[in-house]
């Protein structure tokens, strides 16, 4: 499924998951919330951009993370 991306270096973009918990995108790593967006004119649910992705997993410092 489509899902849309939500803060961090991602921001608005549309990518496709099984659906776990967790998705990678890039170096940053996004987490499934209860939101629902609109993109391409579908709603699709969002994924957020974790505060704590670039420091516990070392992700984040070449693609600029936030
Ligand atoms: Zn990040």
Redesign the pocket.
């Known amino acids: 499924m489509n899902v849309l991306l939500s803060g961090?270096?991602g921001h608005g973009q549309v990518v496709e998951t099984a659906g776990g918990e967790t998705l990678l995108w890039r170096?940053?790593?996004y987490e499934r919330t209860g939101e629902t967006g609109r993109a391409r004119r579908e709603e699709m649910r969002v994924y957020a951009?974790r505060q704590d992705?670039?420091e516990p997993y070392g992700?984040?410092a070449e693609d600029g993370?936030e």
């Open positions: 961090g270096p170096a940053c790593l951009h992705c670039c992700r984040g993370c």
